[in-house]
């Protein structure tokens, strides 16, 4: 097991003031900068882990503002000024040859920074994002669903990933609600899409690889498609036997296919 260095930095930026991040840095290596979904940093945490022990990399995985009771700035309410906040981050911590992996709503901010066109980051890997939609095949209403239908909607395996709030603590209940609320103000709730996406992803220049799980039934399979055609270039792989959570469900075989993308797009040295 790697050590994890656990720090807060305050990032200033010219419409948003000073933002409070918070971020975990573990291993030595190839940087990765690890964005969570909807289910807050917990949800990448392991996958991060395994990452920095299995390869050489030095992986970052910071909480959006607003999860886990963090403090969120009342103008910080969009997954593109997230993106913004993350390059900040980036400069501040003065990292190169980034590989940008998102999940979820994650994904959704990883392209956002892709459109920023950041010289820091060499590759983006967009996991399960959501963000996109296609009429006949809409994201699902997130906030309506019960926790059982959650689990249904999001893994090949539902009965192995149940969960049953009224057994958690109050205080992992309390962080839940918090988390839930977050995703609230920065998926646009209920929607979790923008509709102006697909138009701006062409302008994407990075290497961009587009992971799925094809039981995924958050965003279904061809909005995935739709990510990789938009983008010019960019590489669909659909993984069998896993769904919206890839990072958790089949985390062996995430790791080796981004790890293989991030050694084949270096950044170009000048």
Same mark, same amino acid.
Do not use: K
């Given at each position: *097991?790697?050590?994890?260095?656990?720090?807060?930095?305050?990032?200033?930026?010219?419409?948003?003031?000073?933002?409070?991040?918070?971020?975990?840095?573990? &291993?030595?290596g190839r940087p990765f900068l690890l964005l969570h979904g909807g289910a807050g940093p917990a949800s990448v945490a392991r996958?991060? =882990?395994?990452?920095?022990?299995?390869?050489? /990399?030095r992986v970052y995985t910071p909480t959006h503002p607003g999860f886990q009771g963090i403090e969120r700035p009342a103008e910080?309410?969009?997954?593109?000024?997230?993106?913004?906040?993350?390059?900040?981050?980036?400069?501040?911590? @003065?990292l190169t040859d980034v590989t940008v992996v998102g999940n979820s709503i994650g994904g959704w901010i990883a392209a956002e920074?892709?459109? #920023?066109? %950041?010289?820091?980051?060499?590759?983006?890997?967009?996991?399960?994002?959501?963000?996109? @939609?296609?009429?006949? +095949?809409?994201?699902? @209403?997130?906030?309506?669903?019960?926790?059982?239908?959650?689990?249904?909607?999001?893994?090949?395996?539902?009965?192995?990933?149940?969960?049953?709030? /009224?057994?958690?603590?109050?205080?992992?209940?309390?962080? *839940?609600?918090?988390?839930?609320?977050?995703?609230?103000?920065?998926? &646009?709730?209920?929607? *979790?899409?923008?509709?102006?996406? %697909?138009?701006?992803? %062409?302008?994407?220049?990075?290497?961009?690889?587009?992971?799925?799980? =094809?039981?995924?039934?958050?965003?279904?399979?061809?909005?995935? #498609?739709?990510?990789?055609?938009?983008?010019? &270039?960019?590489?669909?792989?659909? *993984?069998? &036997?896993?769904? +919206?959570? %890839?990072?958790?469900?089949?985390?062996? #075989?995430?790791? =080796?296919?981004?790890?293989?993308?991030?050694?084949? +797009?270096?950044? /170009? #040295?000048?």
């Amino acid at each position: *097991m790697t050590s994890t260095e656990s720090r807060t930095l305050r990032l200033d930026l010219p419409d948003l003031g000073p933002v409070p991040l918070q971020f975990d840095a573990r &291993g030595e290596g190839r940087p990765f900068l690890l964005l969570h979904g909807g289910a807050g940093p917990a949800s990448v945490a392991r996958f991060a =882990e395994q990452l920095a022990t299995a390869r050489a /990399a030095r992986v970052y995985t910071p909480t959006h503002p607003g999860f886990q009771g963090i403090e969120r700035p009342a103008e910080l309410t969009t997954p593109r000024q997230l993106a913004a906040v993350y390059e900040a981050l980036l400069v501040a911590l @003065d990292l190169t040859d980034v590989t940008v992996v998102g999940n979820s709503i994650g994904g959704w901010i990883a392209a956002e920074l892709a459109l #920023r066109h %950041p010289a820091r980051v060499s590759s983006i890997v967009l996991v399960n994002a959501v963000g996109v @939609d296609l009429p006949e +095949h809409p994201v699902a @209403d997130f906030f309506t669903l019960t926790f059982d239908q959650i689990a249904e909607y999001s893994y090949a395996e539902p009965d192995r990933y149940r969960l049953n709030p /009224a057994q958690l603590s109050p205080e992992a209940q309390r962080v *839940m609600a918090l988390n839930r609320a977050a995703l609230a103000v920065y998926g &646009g709730e209920p929607s *979790m899409v923008d509709p102006g996406l %697909p138009a701006r992803l %062409p302008g994407i220049t990075l290497p961009t690889l587009v992971v799925w799980g =094809e039981a995924d039934r958050i965003t279904d399979p061809q909005n995935g #498609r739709a990510y990789a055609d938009a983008i010019p &270039g960019a590489q669909f792989v659909l *993984m069998e &036997g896993t769904g +919206h959570l %890839p990072q958790i469900e089949s985390p062996e #075989r995430l790791l =080796e296919l981004l790890w293989a993308f991030a050694a084949d +797009h270096p950044a /170009a #040295r000048p």
